[in-house]
């Protein structure tokens, strides 16, 4: 558990399928999502926030989804990512070459902590994103996050693996999910397996809108 | 499947909490949808057409939520129900005196089809409600509701394995999920395990109110 003077750990606008999946099938570098999954992404896409952090553009829609948007990027110090969120491919690195899927300049702009079994020198970006690679544990890069981030939160940014690990293990703080109202039918489920409420959890805060039921679940 | 001549199995207001549970765990006489499993049913319970067909009350809240809890009686020729939904007790029927949860006058008010492997002559009740006992299978309780139904619609109502069987089968033809802002931890999954894109499901129509998202599922 994170002691009260330590940043949170938080899951923000993380989208989730009506029947409960956190991405879709066969991810590749194709499909950072798994087939289909970019169709949990649609209630974000639009808005204000989402639009200028990722392609740069002013415009967009406002309102709840765009509230929950910005939200995801306030206060945050450090990130940490599972392998699979960070680049498609498994097992070592085949080479230095794959640096995420954001180009030049991620839209992390602090220090990102990618787990995986594989050791790897950091790499330093434009815009202030330095990815860390984390070869032990969970516990491990929740720790250097921590450090890295001093009093502000700790956002976890996927995949379902590593949210899922970090639920298990009692470390997450606040979970929003985002829940679409789309079906994957097959891909990674997010909570299948993992029983919140024995967990300490419930929700603590709800909003829909046209595009999403937006839940967020924290420590009750 | 059905013959286009037929009513159609249609599963209406379906509640479902964030993590995916139909019913809470340890269901009995004191808990009719599992432990914690009326937090499912807030969404319904205010609403103008509940407040009626359930407690004979005029009054009750209006818009989406009582917009989908009135489409869930409307053109409904016979109803299909599990063993669970009827009542609390599992194995042979101990005496006749059970007769459901709903009193003398049940909300039916037509034949309704319960799933059981213990035979048990049919009851009638006031207000036209007949409860018939099905020890041959899920294909022969739709017959026999279609029979009954004319060409209305056969109204699925639950539990979680009843409806699953009858997904997996690929016979329910609409499928109307309430997903609330609640977490169970555990009781009945109703999707896990099941691929509702491979069997030819799609969200065909969705609406969010402050209680719930309202998805509704048919063939693609």
Redesign the interface.
């Known amino acids: 558990m994170n002691s009260s003077s330590k940043g949170k750990l938080v899951v923000r606008c993380f989208g989730v399928s009506?029947?409960?999946f956190g991405a879709g099938p066969n991810q590749d570098v194709n499909n950072p999502m798994g087939v289909d999954g970019m169709a949990l992404h649609q209630w974000v896409l639009p808005t204000r926030t989402f639009q200028k952090k990722l392609f740069g553009k002013d415009g967009g829609t406002e309102g709840p989804d765009d509230d929950l948007a910005k939200r995801g990027f306030v206060n945050i110090g450090a990130w940490i990512l599972g392998r699979n969120m960070f680049g498609p491919a498994r097992g070592p690195w085949p080479d230095d070459q794959w640096k995420g899927w954001w180009g030049d300049e991620p839209p992390y702009h602090c220090d990102v902590f990618v787990l995986t079994h594989h050791a790897r020198p950091p790499i330093s970006m434009k815009g202030g994103t330095v990815f860390h690679f984390v070869t032990d544990g969970i516990e491990a890069a929740l720790r250097r996050a921590q450090e890295a981030a001093g009093d502000k939160d700790i956002r976890l940014g996927g995949g379902v693996a590593t949210i899922r690990q970090y639920l298990r293990a009692g470390l997450v703080d606040e979970l929003h999910?985002a829940?679409s109202?789309?079906?994957?039918?097959?891909g990674e489920?997010l909570?299948?397996g993992t029983?919140?409420?024995?967990?300490g959890?419930?929700?603590t805060e709800?909003v829909?809108?046209?595009n999403?039921?937006h839940?967020v679940?924290g420590k009750a």
């Open positions: 009506a029947d409960g999910m829940i109202p789309a079906l994957l039918g097959s489920n909570l299948a029983d919140l409420v024995s967990l959890y419930k929700c709800h829909s809108t046209e999403a039921m839940v679940i």
